[in-house]
């Protein structure tokens, strides 16, 4: 095979608007509510910006509250659909800290989004090493504000995340995300944005 016409290699980046976002953020953000509002603060951006969705996370150490990694839903900027805001966050803390394991020599890192993973995200967080994960919420309304398909997430998943080691902390701020989701649904119905993942056919 000729392999001249294959592509070798993709990349997820965060936009370079997040950098200005960032700045008068602190490098230590001590509570869950400190760090779940920054992660509504990026969500609210990005689908204004035209990365993709309404979607971030953070990557912190659960004790002092470092943060580690940000990321933001970059689908729609960059043609890839495993562009989610968890993949990006913890894509970016592993190649941080030099490891697959976020959870190594005892480290006790934590994943903060602003709802309970998607369908792919699920799966990338019990596998990447986290001890925590903090949600927003979960349950219908993201899907039914936005449109967006989360796919076939187990009824039980915060348990299948529990009996792996990784505690689940639900509810933080949650009004908050489902804010942010509404200010994204009068988005796109005011512009026609691409919910990207909405089936019809």
């Not at 035209?50 to 953070?58: E, L, S, Y």
């Not at 004790?63 to 966050?89: D, Q």
């Amino acid at each position: 095979m000729d392999t001249s016409a294959l592509s070798h290699a993709f990349t997820i980046a965060l936009p370079a608007w997040v950098d200005d976002e960032l700045a008068d953020v602190p490098a230590v953000l001590r509570t869950r509510e400190e760090r779940m509002a920054l992660v509504h603060r990026l969500a609210g951006r990005n689908f204004r910006e035209g990365n993709g969705g309404p979607f971030a996370a953070v990557v912190a150490d659960s004790g002092s509250g470092e943060i580690v990694s940000v990321g933001v839903n970059v689908v729609l900027s960059t043609g890839i659909s495993s562009g989610h805001a968890e993949v990006a966050a913890l894509g970016l803390a592993q190649v941080r800290t030099g490891s697959w394991d976020l959870g190594a020599d005892g480290a006790r890192r934590e994943l903060v989004v602003n709802w309970r993973p998607c369908a792919q995200c699920y799966g990338a967080t019990l596998w990447s090493g986290v001890r925590t994960l903090v949600v927003a919420g979960s349950g219908p309304e993201l899907e039914e504000i936005t449109g967006f398909d989360e796919g076939p997430v187990r009824e039980d998943w915060a348990a299948q995340f529990e009996a792996r080691g990784i505690a689940v902390v639900s509810d933080v701020l949650r009004e908050e995300a489902l804010a942010v989701y509404r200010d994204y649904a009068a988005h796109v119905a005011a512009t026609g944005a691409t919910v990207y993942n909405a089936r019809t056919d």
